[in-house]
């Protein structure tokens, strides 16, 4: 269970990336039905702290305040340095050893690659210091095009925002996505985005854009239960088929079928942690037709089952349960 948090402060840090692990983890939001984590920030000199921008945080626990953290996490600092103080990295090694969460956001994958956490597993920062990362570490796999990945309990995120997409894919995983949502919605983002780093890279040309396609999107949420082939899809926006699963993969980052399977896994989720009823008919509302299926997705994509994620999730008491 995610309880404990300890973000581990180093020199030269960046005051948004370490702003998203302190809003995703150590705010108090109980009133909301929301999580509450004992978050600390920890370093190896106590005192302050330079940050990026001529700022500094006064920070007081040592890292031994991270020993017994559920979930150790670095932000972004410098300029993709390799040169990590030792005791960091013993701290970053003990963490992995005992089975905690390792995370880190933009270039704090730096730090992860140092301490040897990246080697055999797949891994992510701002496309600006993928190859950096990838030289510097060649025993991993970057790929600079996501925005995030999680290997084996080691979560790396990409560039500055979409640290709040790899904090709260970890919170969805152990908590359920009730929470996830619930922290989403306090800071005002979506709780899931599809795509990735290609997004931002390079913008299509001025004259291949469109302005949104946000009323179309917003038709396939609101009907997951129908048959959404591009064919219908592409006639509500108004374009070509080409032309509409072109201009949706560049501004989602994924095809209408994928995004489309996405929403409806939201949904099925949704559905198994705050009702009572059955798997055919949340199969049904959430457009996957039947339980089968919608098995099939959860375990290609989820890597659990309904009946397993609702035993794991559910705010509902076990008794009233309906079973199909």
Known sequence: MLRTIAVIAIPDMAPFEFGVLAEVFGIDRSEHGGPTFDFHVVTAD???????????????????????????????????????????????????????????????????????????????????????????????????????????????????????????HLVRTELGAAAANVIARRMVVPPQRDGGQAQFIQAPPEHERVSSLAAVTSWMVENLAEDQPVSVLARRALMSERTFARRFRAELGATPAAWLTRQRLIRAQHLLEQTDLGLERIAEESGFGSASVMRHHFVRTLKTTPNAYRRAFSCVDDDSLLTV
């Open 46 to 168: 106590p005192g302050v702290v330079p940050m990026k921008n001529n700022l500094g945080l006064v920070v007081s626990e040592g890292l031994e305040y991270a020993a017994d953290a559920d979930l150790v996490a670095v932000p972004a600092f410098g300029s993709a340095q390799t040169d990590i103080d030792p005791r960091i990295v013993e701290t970053l090694r003990a963490a992995e050893r005992r089975g905690a969460w390792v995370l880190s956001v933009c270039s704090g994958a730096f730090a992860l690659g140092a301490a040897g956490l990246l080697d055999g597993r797949r891994s992510t920062t701002h496309w600006m210091h993928a190859e950096s990362l990838a030289r510097a570490f060649p025993g991993t796999d970057v790929d600079p095009d996501v925005l995030f990945v999680e290997d084996d309990r080691v979560i790396t995120g990409a560039g500055t925002a979409a640290g709040i997409d790899a904090c709260l």
